[in-house]
């Protein structure tokens, strides 16, 4: 529809315009002929037709019908609402919804009104220099004392849609700052002088919101505002009061918890008193209890006593007869541990005369086979004086190495040994002679020993297609003791 009659008036405008363009034209014709004519080439010229005024009117009484049309369709938007005003009879009843809606061109017109909420705000102090952003007006009251409150307050509201008539006939364009502005201060300094300070800003304050809320919403509803709420943001005291109140409700607040200490106090005192009380209730009970333990148990052992002496009695006599048996059967382990020594002394003289009397017999078997065996060797040594070389050999053989050499006489090594056996076989001739047993004597020594030494020397050089050298040192020692 806003198309459509943009369009209409758009249609009677350019035929206003084109009835005017046709005037124009012909009279602009008329002249520049005229100046043509003055000039001398009027001849050659077309004469201009006369001023085409009945087109003209036709085409302007032509547009009067879309330009009219155009202006009689008006369109409410959204969120808004319309009143009908007629220029003859002045505002005219109801209210235009939002939509398309027909009036009377050039008779009546439409004004429209914002019926969404709309929120009015007062602040409580004044704002401060540093703040660019501008603040709403300031609400000051003062209280019962007549200390000046700053009141932050904010209402929300909306006009009535079905008395936009009345309010466009009765109230003020500016309903704002002209009408709800005044309502609320008003209404406010009314009700808070009947209220103290403390009851402003804590005890009452919500009974304070809800009566200015009411008078609020009973004002405006009565011009067409529909009050929805009505908020009491904050509350502003004066400096200096808003310190004593702080300092006053700090002392309350440390008096009410000094009087819940208090009572803390009081309840722990008296539960320690029932407690001791209890305490003291038990512990009777318990001395009554153990008094009664013990003459009960007195009685039990007096019950006892006389039945238990007798036993008692038997008890001593079989301590006395076990003392007696233990008495006994010390003595008796004592002298068969007495007998057990003496046995023990006399198996320990026989062991050791039996241990002496094997050690004689042994020193005896071992002189005896030591002194067969010394004439076995002197026997055989007699026989074969050559076997002195291998007794040499045997006990030098990591340090002598034999060769065999002829026996002719020519070298010192066997010069040596044939020197000594021969003269040992001269020394023991006599020996064999006087003694057919074939003993060596041996010299004898004060302490009735005997010792003997041989020692033998030999060394041997060769020449001829081969060499051989031997050296050898031999030593032996025999020390032999006489039987007993």
């Not at 050499?405 to 002679?433: E, H, I, M, Y």
Request: aromatic content about 4%.
């Amino acid at each position: 529809m806003l198309l459509l009659r943009y369009l209409l008036l758009t249609a009677g405008f350019g035929l206003f315009v084109g009835a005017i363009a046709v005037v124009v034209y012909d009279v602009f014709s008329a002249i520049q002929y005229r100046r043509l004519i003055a000039a001398g080439a009027g001849g050659s010229a077309l004469r201009p037709h006369a001023v085409r005024l009945r087109l003209a009117a036709k085409l302007a009484v032509i547009a009067w019908l879309p330009l009219l049309l155009g202006l009689s369709i008006e369109v409410v938007p959204s969120g808004m609402a319309g009143v009908r005003v007629s220029q003859f009879a002045g505002t005219r009843p109801g209210a235009l919804n939002p939509g398309v809606h027909f009036v009377l061109p050039l008779v009546e017109s439409i004004v429209l009104y914002d019926t969404r909420e709309h929120v009015f705000t007062t602040a409580g102090a004044e704002p401060r220099k540093e703040e660019a952003k501008p603040k709403a007006e300031v609400l000051r009251v003062h209280a019962r004392e007549g200390l000046p409150i700053g009141l932050a307050i904010s209402v929300r509201y909306r006009l009535d849609p079905k008395r936009l008539d009345y309010i466009h006939a009765n109230l003020p364009p500016q309903v704002d700052e002209e009408l709800v502005a005044p309502v609320v201060a008003s209404v406010f300094r009314q009700i808070v002088p009947n209220f103290t300070v403390r009851e402003i800003f804590a005890a009452r304050r919500e009974e304070i919101r809800k009566a200015a809320a009411d008078a609020i919403s009973t004002r405006l509803g009565s011009d067409g505002l529909l009050v929805k709420e009505v908020m009491l943001r904050d509350i502003v005291l004066p400096v200096e009061y808003a310190r004593g109140l702080e300092g006053l409700l700090l002392k309350e607040q440390e008096n009410e918890r000094l009087g819940v200490e208090t009572e803390i106090k009081q309840k722990q005192v008296r539960t320690a008193e029932l407690e001791a009380e209890a305490a003291k209730v038990r512990e009777v009970k318990q001395a009554e209890g153990a008094a009664q333990v013990r003459v009960l148990e007195a009685k039990g052992e007096a019950d006892a006593m006389q039945h238990t002496l007798p036993l008692k009695q038997k008890q001593i006599e079989q301590s006395r007869l076990e003392a007696e048996a233990r008495k006994e059967s010390t003595l008796k382990n004592a002298e068969a541990a007495a007998q057990a020594k003496v046995i023990d002394s006399k198996a320990e003289f026989e062991r050791r005369k039996l241990l002496a009397d094997a050690e004689a017999n042994r020193i005896r078997v071992t002189a005896a086979a030591d002194s067969e065996r010394m004439k076995l060797e002197a026997l055989v040594l007699k026989q074969n004086p050559m076997l002195i070389q291998k007794i040499i050999a045997e006990r030098l053989s990591d340090k002598l190495q034999m060769i065999m050499v002829p026996s002719d006489g020519k070298f010192f090594f066997a010069n040596d040994v044939l020197r000594s056996a021969f003269n040992g076989n001269a020394v023991a001739q006599p020996d064999d002679n006087d003694d057919p047993s074939g003993d060596t004597p041996a010299p004898r020594h004060p302490n009735g020993g005997s010792n003997g030494n041989a020692h033998g020397n030999g060394n041997g050089n060769g020449n001829g297609n081969g060499g051989a050298n031997a050296n050898g040192n031999g030593s032996a020692n025999g020390n032999r003791r006489p039987p007993r």
